[in-house]
């Protein structure tokens, strides 16, 4: 097999793990091994113990000498850490991108936000969600910061796999407010109320969810 190939396979099974974890088809807690893996992905054992070690690193797996892994468990503890490290974040990106924002950036943000609110108004929910990521995904992306990127990717792949396992969508109907106040601050380019703004408003998901779906974690 020529590195290329190699190279593809091992990507290959590292995303379909991470996906099956992700979307809960392989369940917080449960033992997985590399053999059983091999076979239901038609693959080596070597490929699907790189991806294994990929996962660890992203906590979504624990390896267990000698006997494969374990899929992380949800925890109250871990959901309170990943949200008050993205608070921090998101508050940086904002407060940077705040100093870099253009006019036609903050014209594409005004518009989403109205966007998002006749949405809500036609009760199209799905499309709420899908404005509300563009916003704060076009917030990170004008920090140009690509440390901070990085480690909100992995952060944001821990929240998705909790609410896809939980089947919460990521709405909160104050979120279409808050986002407004956000809105207000970026357009008077005053980056320390938007970075305020965005920690609360991280943290505001944080207490929604963890009320919304209490009875499913572990202490």
Same mark, same amino acid.
């Given at each position: 097999?020529?590195?290329?190939?190699?190279?593809?396979?091992?990507?290959?099974?590292?995303?379909?793990?991470?996906?099956?974890?992700?979307?809960?088809?392989?369940?917080?807690?449960?033992?997985?091994?590399?053999?059983?893996?091999?076979?239901?992905?038609?693959?080596?054992?070597?490929?699907?113990?790189?991806?294994?070690?990929?996962?660890?690193?992203?906590?979504?797996?624990?390896?267990?000498?000698?006997?494969?892994?374990?899929?992380?468990?949800?925890?109250?503890?871990?959901?309170?850490? =990943?949200? @008050?490290?993205?608070?921090? +974040?998101?508050? #940086?990106?904002? $407060?940077? *991108?705040?100093?870099?924002? &253009?006019?036609?950036?903050?014209?594409?943000?005004?518009?989403?936000?109205?966007?998002?609110?006749?949405?809500?108004?036609?009760?199209?929910?799905?499309?709420?969600?899908?404005?509300?990521?563009?916003?704060?995904?076009?917030?990170?992306?004008?920090?140009?910061?690509?440390?901070?990127?990085?480690?909100?990717?992995?952060?944001?792949?821990?929240?998705?796999?909790?609410?896809?396992?939980?089947?919460?969508?990521?709405?909160?109907?104050?979120? =279409?407010? @808050?986002?407004?106040?956000? +809105?207000?601050? #970026?357009?008077? $380019?005053? *980056?320390?109320?938007?970075? &305020?703004?965005?920690?609360?408003?991280?943290?505001?998901?944080?207490?929604?969810?963890?009320?919304?779906?209490?009875?499913?974690?572990?202490?």
């Amino acid at each position: 097999m020529t590195v290329t190939k190699k190279s593809n396979l091992n990507e290959r099974v590292f995303l379909k793990l991470k996906e099956m974890i992700i979307n809960g088809e392989l369940k917080p807690g449960q033992k997985i091994t590399e053999l059983h893996l091999s076979k239901q992905l038609n693959a080596s054992r070597t490929p699907v113990r790189d991806a294994l070690r990929r996962l660890e690193l992203e906590n979504l797996v624990n390896l267990l000498p000698s006997q494969g892994a374990e899929v992380t468990k949800l925890s109250k503890r871990t959901i309170i850490d =990943l949200y @008050e490290c993205r608070a921090v +974040l998101e508050g #940086l990106a904002i $407060r940077q *991108a705040t100093e870099k924002i &253009s006019q036609d950036d903050l014209i594409l943000f005004e518009e989403s936000t109205l966007l998002a609110e006749n949405y809500f108004l036609q009760g199209n929910i799905e499309k709420v969600v899908e404005k509300n990521t563009f916003f704060h995904d076009q917030l990170m992306n004008l920090s140009n910061n690509s440390p901070l990127i990085q480690m909100m990717n992995g952060i944001r792949t821990q929240i998705i796999r909790y609410r896809k396992i939980t089947g919460d969508v990521g709405f909160r109907e104050s979120f =279409l407010t @808050e986002h407004k106040d956000i +809105l207000k601050a #970026l357009l008077a $380019r005053d *980056a320390e109320q938007a970075e &305020s703004l965005m920690r609360a408003h991280i943290l505001k998901d944080l207490k929604y969810f963890l009320e919304k779906l209490e009875h499913l974690l572990n202490d």
